[in-house]
């Protein structure tokens, strides 16, 4: 699976960004898209995830200014940002989750695919 995040940039406080990844490769076995993001010096911290059913999980610093949708293909995630702060400022990552079924044995193997990270400063 192969991450592909894009949209970010430069912009003023106030402003709204609405970033997009698409995932590739084997996404049959994706179970969950998500963004995380980290700023300069900081720890990566998770913003939303969705799964393929449209259920949404928010981590609690993050509601309200920002919102996690999916594309109409089950390899698209967006990421609206509203009301942005310097505060924001960080490289955003997409993530997706895969399970796939053990070979030869019951069970599941998990793995954890990242993007490349797209840039948002927020700035005048």
């Known amino acids: 699976v192969q991450l592909q995040a894009c949209g970010g940039g430069l912009v003023q406080p106030g402003g709204s960004l609405r970033l997009s990844c698409t995932a590739s490769g084997a996404t049959a076995n994706i179970i969950e898209l998500g963004w995380y993001r980290q700023g300069t010096g900081k720890q990566r911290e998770k913003i939303a995830t969705?799964?393929?059913?449209?259920?949404?999980n928010y981590a609690d610093s993050m509601q309200g200014r920002f919102t996690i949708s999916r594309g109409s293909a089950w390899n698209q995630v967006f990421l609206q940002i509203d009301n942005l702060k310097p505060d924001d400022t960080a490289v955003y990552y997409c993530h997706a989750d895969e399970v796939r079924p053990k070979e030869g044995e019951i069970g599941f193997n998990y793995y954890d695919h990242w993007g490349q990270g797209t840039q948002v400063t927020v700035s005048s």
């Open positions: 969705i799964t393929e059913a449209g259920n949404t």
